[in-house]
Each structure stands twice: as C-alpha cells, then as structure tokens.
C-alpha cells in the first residue's frame, strides 16, 4: 500500500522568507502527486499536480514542487512567502485510478 | 460551472444515530469519493463511488456505506455513530476517462459532531 510522510508538522516563518515543505512517499510504481493547501475554514485546493514530464512543476500562488524519483519525494516551495499563505498543506499520491492517499499535513504559519 | 457541492455543512448527531451526508460531483464528473478527516489529520479514504457501484474501500467498518445515483449525486451514510466519528467528511469527484491527468476536486465538507 502506498503512503505519504511530511516531515515537517508546524512551520512557523516571517513574511518574504523562503519556504520549503517536505513529502515523501513509498510506491514502486508510476504515480500521481499532488500538493493541496486548506485554508482555515476553507475547503482543499489544490496547489499542483504531477503526472508526467517535466519534474520541476508550477502551481498558483507562485508555489513550485520538485519530483525527484531517486528520492521518491515531492517538496513543495516558494521563494517568499506572504501572511496568506497561512493555511495548513497537504501532500497526496494515486496511482492510475486509485484514490489519494493524504500525508498528515503541514501547518504554516507565517508572522507579518 | 458549478463545483462539488456538500449538505449539509454542520450537523450534530448523537451516539448511537445514523447519519446521511450528501454530495453532487461538478459537472462533467462521474466518479464521486469519499474522505473522512479528524481534526489535525490528513484526509482518510472512505469510499469511492463509480457507475453507482461502490469500485474501492479504505480501511472503515461496514457502519459506513454509501451510493451512488444515475445522477452521479451520492450519499454517505454512518449507521451506529461513535464519538471518534466527530470528523470533517469530504466528497471528491473526478473523471474516470482521465486515468493520467485526472484531477480530484473537493467540497467544502460537511462538519459531523457526535455527543
């Protein structure tokens, strides 16, 4: 079965800091990643997705993930974040047609 | 284009009761799944819905069942509530045709207590 870990629980950053949360998942097969972000009273949105090509992928709000296969992870980024980017972060895996399987999540919490 | 929509949003329910929450799929979209998620946790899969026959299970007892509708419209129902299953419940939808590329779209919830 596939799972998905996010090392990180809480971040807490200042505004125009940069950000980078962790995800790591185990499946030896080809999968889908994506990143969605839950802001407080807020429904899931989704952030960015990878299903093929280029490993360096672009999302809304000037957020980023790189997949690395080697690694088998799926970081998230932003060069500077702003105070509402406040908002805890998901990172989920499927395969083919499989549902998601969520890590923990990460709470940001950025200080203006 | 209308998103996935979820009723109802809040609900408070006593230990013991049963429970319906439903979902319609945005438009377009006929595959609906369901995801529970406790405070401070990720979203946990329930079920997943397509051709009004349940395709996929997570690990959850048979107290939760659902259906789906010609419609694509589907219901989840929680029989017997225990305290733990105070969570916020998320219906997703997605398109089957799309295996690779195919984006999963979340409601809003609905907020179930049990007391």
């Known amino acids: 079965a596939q799972s998905v870990s996010q090392h990180n629980h809480h971040v807490i950053l200042s505004e125009a800091a940069s950000l980078e949360l962790g995800c790591n998942y185990s499946?030896?097969?080809?999968?889908?990643l994506f990143w969605y972000v839950q802001y407080p009273g807020q429904h899931l949105q989704l952030l960015l997705k990878?299903?093929?090509?280029?490993?360096l992928v672009k999302g809304i709000k000037g957020f980023e993930a790189e997949f690395i296969k080697s690694k088998f992870s799926f970081n998230l980024r932003k060069p500077s974040v702003q105070w509402s980017d406040t908002a805890e972060y998901f990172c989920?895996?499927?395969?083919?047609?499989?549902?998601?399987?969520f890590g923990s999540g990460t709470r940001l919490q950025v200080q203006p | 284009d209308a998103g996935v929509t979820q009723s109802p949003t809040h609900l408070i329910k006593t230990r013991g009761q049963q429970v319906t929450l439903r979902c319609s799929p945005k438009?377009?979209?006929?595959?609906v799944s369901w995801y529970q998620q406790a405070l401070g946790q990720g979203p946990q899969f329930i079920f997943q819905?397509?051709?009004?026959?349940?395709?996929q299970r997570g690990n959850f007892p048979d107290r939760f069942s659902g259906h789906q509708f010609p419609n694509y419209s589907s219901e989840l129902n929680v029989n017997a509530l225990l305290l733990g299953d105070s969570a916020l419940y998320l219906c997703?939808?997605?398109?089957?045709?799309?295996?690779?590329?195919?984006?999963?779209?979340f409601g809003e919830g609905s907020w179930l207590t049990v007391v």
């Open positions: 997703a939808s997605s398109l089957e045709r799309r295996v690779y590329g195919n984006t999963i779209y």
């Open positions: 499946y030896g097969g080809t999968v889908n």
């Open positions: 990878y299903f093929s090509g280029d490993p």
């Open positions: 989920a895996v499927s395969t083919g047609r499989r549902a998601l399987t």
């Open positions: 438009s377009g979209h006929d595959t």
């Open positions: 819905y397509y051709e009004e026959e349940e395709r």
